[in-house]
């Protein structure tokens, strides 16, 4: 549970750093193509398929922040294979 938006916004920064590191050791490489899709799609899968809109504006909100939450992971991923540095 968390206390507030300040709250995850600390725990996924933390988190985003750690399944980057896992996505890393997979081997497996971002490129930009997941950059901007898979936060679109982890949007889509909160806010529509899991029936996110349901829950009005906080079902928007949490939403919104898991696709942030799935950009840091593979921004952060790309950055630490070294693609980030072009």
């Known amino acids: 549970i968390y206390r507030d938006t300040s709250d995850y ?3 996924m ?7 980057a590191l896992e996505v890393r050791k997979e081997g497996r490489r971002v490129s930009g193509i997941d950059l901007a899709a898979r936060p ?5 899968k ?3 398929l899991r029936r996110g809109f349901l829950d009005g504006m906080l079902g928007l909100k949490v939403s919104i922040l898991y696709a ?4 840091y992971k593979y921004v952060k991923a790309w950055e630490a294979g070294g693609e980030g540095t072009r």
């Open 9 to 11: 916004v600390s725990r």
């Open 13 to 19: 920064n933390r988190y985003s750093s750690l399944a």
């Open 40 to 44: 679109l799609f982890a949007f889509l």
């Open 46 to 48: 909160t806010f529509v």
């Open 68 to 71: 942030c939450y799935t950009f």
